[in-house]
């Protein structure tokens, strides 16, 4: 009997910041996604001064979907054109702390991130948001190099 594939990732965060490496594994999610028929977040999230003010937060969400607007368009467009539900979010704070947190509350089965392209030395001193999402992260993460 034929029927649909039943995948361990039904649902899948595509972490978002708009570089090129993140548009890679955007690419690289959606194929996913579409192969496996699962649903796809896509999650930017905006770092705020530190200490923020809820006044800054708001008009930095503002900015970031200013910001992240015309790109999500694109991104929006490519998953209907491969049939691929989509929803878009943007969050203000910590990267790693937002990432691992919506992936818990949203259930999320898998966490598609790209690689930062970083010296040695930094990475060794600060360790990659993708490194970090991986260890804390409570279901699997797939890095696109």
């Known amino acids: 009997m034929m029927g649909r594939r039943h995948s361990q990732f039904k649902k899948m965060l595509i972490g978002y910041d708009g570089s090129a490496p993140s548009d890679k594994?955007?690419?690289?999610?959606?194929?996913?996604?579409?192969?496996?028929?699962?649903?796809?977040?896509?999650?930017?999230?905006?770092?705020?001064?530190?200490?923020?003010?809820?006044?800054?937060?708001?008009?930095?969400?503002?900015?970031?979907?200013?910001?992240?607007?015309?790109?999500?368009?694109?991104?929006?467009?490519?998953?209907?054109?491969?049939?691929?539900?989509?929803?878009?979010?943007?969050?203000?704070?910590?990267?790693?702390?937002q990432i691992v947190h919506r992936a818990e509350t949203d259930h999320v089965d898998l966490i598609v991130l790209g690689l930062r392209g970083k010296s040695r030395f930094e990475k060794m001193l600060v360790g990659s948001t993708a490194e970090k999402v991986l260890r804390y992260a409570h279901c699997p993460v797939m890095v696109v190099r």
């Open 25 to 97: 594994a955007t690419e690289s999610g959606l194929a996913l996604a579409q192969s496996l028929d699962a649903k796809v977040l896509l999650f930017a999230v905006a770092r705020p001064p530190e200490p923020a003010t809820m006044v800054e937060v708001d008009a930095m969400i503002d900015n970031a979907r200013e910001h992240f607007g015309e790109q999500f368009k694109k991104i929006i467009q490519r998953a209907r054109d491969i049939g691929v539900e989509l929803t878009t979010d943007i969050a203000v704070g910590h990267p790693v702390e």
